[in-house]
């Protein structure tokens, strides 16, 4: 067991990443005390059932007091409320930081709060299920994920340096790029694909000539996929659209312009140019196996006969 | 064991569905004889190493040739081609399916080179991976999946119950509807999911803000599903576009609508709207999972550590 790299370790929000980030800040022996935060009274409760950290504060400056690092584990436009909260408890040298799935916005709302002496880290692993609230979180959700650093211009390095190694013991890589950059990268990778998962969940819901319950019974065509990555959670996906507008819009205007050609492929049968699209895809599938950021398992093929909800 | 439904069975096709099919038949004891035939040399021999069936044959009306069921497992663009082959090698009486995901295309494209005396039941198993050929097929991909038949008007009724009877024997619920109505709701249920995943990771592939190393290691927010959807075989798909033009041009234009509408809540900041949509996503998912047809683990937190290649 190594020392723990930050002897009080205070979570602001306990849902699947913040008491994910508990169960592998214990594996790792990375935090001595953990305090635990949530603005809801049941979620509190159930993370002190669930035993996740070692003590349970129902106001956020109580848990972050004497903290050594606090990490904001909450929606996106929950942040500058969360930072003005605890500000005034935080002691001088304490990192702040966070798990945003957007960051240039999450640095305009909590930078202001923050005194000269408190260091900002901001953070975001890129790693989730479609799951939510304190018993989703398991101690393995982030090993070979990436965790993205966004530290803005003039940020103490030595608290970027130990933000990193904290990330590294928890199972992480660790990646350090611009808050701007950052937000782009997620737009494509993560924020659009969302987005039209919701978006076709949705229109199959609405339509008069197919009813939901067939809808529902030929899934396995590849709609099934799309409702996972639909059911994440409404809050912090809506935070996210409206915290990254820009990135988002623009993504979303590539989306559309490919899509429309593609469109016209189809309207005028043009196989050839379907055909190259469908083959060069396969590439990019590989190099994220290779990346080892999926499995090669064939999940079409999902386990069958106990998929009635165990 | 009960006796084989069919004698002789003949696969005109060897590649995923088609090996599935075999080692489905095989379990249950529904078919004696299995002949198959592929038009590409080197998978009917991997077919033969694999001891896939009982005869092989370079030429498919020798597959077909006293068979009493002949089902083509192959693109739809080539089901017009293959019909015209075997059908001089047809004794009356003999059942042709298929197993296309597009319908009325097959209906008219294989239909008038079949003989009075021949019933032909098409056929569409909802399920697959996204892996292709003989290696890629095993005896569970239809278990408790769906099998659409879509037979014209005037089929035979006792031909229809054998299929119907056949595909229940190699672990699939069945259901009967027309062919339009079949290429309505996959459009919905798999096409546009398809087309739409295919279409965000040619978009990831082409970005100048974005490296494509960028999009793979950060993959594991959402793109990677995409790219496994946009990892099956260019050929059936493209077959799949060209052959369902109208459907899915329907379909995607109501996606687009609805996407349009989406990006419209975005820029004007409606965070309601979103809020709801992604709320009313989340019951679609519970009902996949409660009509058997998803399992209901967490499948973002993927397997860790051995992600690369196995």
């Known amino acids: 067991m190594t020392e723990p790299m930050f002897p009080r370790l ?119 299920t479609e799951y939510s609230g304190p018993d989703a979180g398991f101690a393995e959700l982030f090993d070979n994920r990436w965790t993205i650093l966004t530290p803005p211009p003039g940020t103490n390095p030595e608290a970027v340096e130990r933000m990193h190694d904290f990330w590294k013991r928890l199972g992480a890589n660790v990646d350090v790029m611009t808050p701007e950059h950052h937000d782009l990268v997620l737009a494509i990778t993560s924020h659009v694909p969302h987005l039209i998962a919701y978006n076709i969940v949705g229109t199959a819901a609405h339509l008069e000539s197919v009813t939901q319950s067939e809808v529902m019974k030929f899934s396995a065509g590849g709609f099934r996929d799309f409702t996972r990555i639909a059911s994440s959670d409404p809050t912090m996906w809506r935070d996210v659209f409206l915290n990254n507008r820009e990135a988002v819009l623009e993504m979303l205007g590539r989306f559309t312009e490919d899509l429309t050609a593609l469109q016209r492929n189809i309207r005028y049968g043009q196989g050839e140019e379907l055909f190259d699209l469908f083959t060069r895809t396969r590439a990019i599938r590989r190099g994220i196996i290779e990346a ?16 009635d909800g165990e």
Do not use: M, N
């Open 292 to 307: 080892g950021q999926e499995t090669a398992a064939a999940d079409f093929g999902r386990p069958h006969g106990k998929a």
């Open 10 to 128: 205070a979570l602001i929000g306990i849902g699947l990443i913040g008491s994910s980030i508990a169960h592998a800040a214990r594996r790792a022996g990375a935090a001595g005390h953990i305090a635990v935060h949530s603005r809801t009274a049941a979620t509190l409760k159930r993370a002190h059932e669930l035993h996740i950290g070692d003590s349970y504060h129902a106001d956020p400056a109580d848990a972050a007091r004497d903290a050594d690092a606090v990490i904001l584990c909450i929606p996106v436009g929950a942040s500058g409320a969360a930072a003005k909260a605890i500000a005034p408890a935080l002691k001088p040298g304490a990192i702040v930081s966070d798990v945003g799935s957007v960051k240039a916005s999450v640095v305009a709302q909590v930078a202001p709060h923050l005194a000269q002496e408190v260091h900002f880290v901001p953070a975001h692993p890129v790693a989730g």
